[in-house]
């Protein structure tokens, strides 16, 4: 198991993709960019810019839940790939007892951002899908991308009403 920073969010073009990407801390620094959804992308910016949200966000939820039974999120673990998706692993901790539960990793990394919790991939999946990047523009454009995905949200926050929401 290699440990991995959460560099953090981008759309890849053309297709506006979004990508999570991670690091790994130690070693040649390979970069193991993963495919997400668009709602698990402002999440995790979200929670890299420590944006509050007014109402609580799923993951919000989710954290809170796991607190209030007494567990905490030991780390997340990113444990295989296969044709072309990847899986994961929540790791939570109660009284000492380890529970493991399967997940997406969008949904653990935005987890594990929220309770600043290790995040990890198995050396077989980055010795398949991570790479070494060309130079460090590809790594500084990160915080750019998650900047503009922050923005787009607050946009939406800012603009939506009930009614956007009727039949």
Do not use: C, W
């Not at 993951?59 to 796991?66: G, K």
């Not at 900047?147 to 009930?162: C, G, K, L, Y």
């Amino acid at each position: 198991m290699i440990e991995m920073e959460l560099v953090g969010v981008r759309v890849e073009m053309p297709g506006n993709t979004p990508i999570v990407l991670l690091r790994e801390r130690s070693g040649e620094g390979r970069l193991l960019p993963i495919f997400i959804g668009n709602p698990e992308a402002t999440a995790i910016a979200l929670a890299l810019e420590d944006v509050v949200t007014p109402r609580p966000m799923t993951h919000d939820l989710l954290r809170e839940v796991v607190e209030e039974f007494g567990a905490e999120v030991d780390r997340v673990v990113v444990t295989d790939l296969r044709d072309k998706t990847f899986f994961a692993d929540l790791h939570m901790r109660r009284d000492d007892e380890l529970h493991v539960v399967s997940s997406r990793p969008s949904d653990a990394i935005a987890l594990a951002a929220r309770t600043k919790s290790p995040i990890f991939a198995d050396e077989a999946v980055l010795d398949e899908a991570g790479y070494l990047a060309a130079d460090d523009d590809d790594v500084a454009e990160e915080g750019e991308d998650a900047d503009a995905v922050v923005e787009q949200f607050r946009d939406f926050i800012d603009n939506v009403s009930p009614e956007d929401f009727e039949n």
